[in-house]
Nanobody
Framework: VQLQASGGGLVQAGGSLRLSCAAS????????MGWFRQAPGRERESVAT????????SYADSVKGRFTISRDTPKNTVYLQMNSLKSEDTAIYFC????????????WGQGTLVTVSS
């Protein structure tokens, strides 16, 4: 599975951005997809995940109520709508996929930079 993330950019605090991640290749094997982020000097963290067939979502506490993950299965694309952005949301955002519930996220996109100015 190949993943191509896009949609990052510079936005003021309180603004919104939507990230997209297009999957190609063996997309029939996708069990779940997720968005992760890594800020300078910090470890990578999970932001939001979604079951590819179930549509069940989960969110980090820090983004609940502000971010929404969704997917368009015919387009093999997952989205992350980010509202009420804060300076602490500044990070490189990565999308990833995995083939089963028991596997780690094993396929990763190249990352897209989100910068929130205060």
């Amino acid at each position: 599975v190949q993943l191509q993330a896009s949609g990052g950019g510079l936005v003021q605090a309180g603004g919104s951005l939507r990230l997209s991640c297009a999957a190609s290749g063996r997309t029939f094997s996708i069990y779940a997809m997720g968005w992760f982020r890594q800020a300078p000097g910090r470890e990578r963290e999970s932001v939001a995940t979604i079951g590819w067939s179930s549509g069940i979502t989960s969110y980090a506490d820090s983004v609940k109520g502000r971010f929404t993950i969704s997917r368009d299965t015919p387009k093999n694309t997952v989205y992350l709508q980010m509202n009420s952005l804060k300076s602490e949301d500044t990070a490189i955002y990565f999308c990833a996929s995995k083939r089963s519930n028991h596997r780690p996220y094993e396929y990763w996109g190249q990352g897209t930079l989100v910068t929130v100015s205060s």
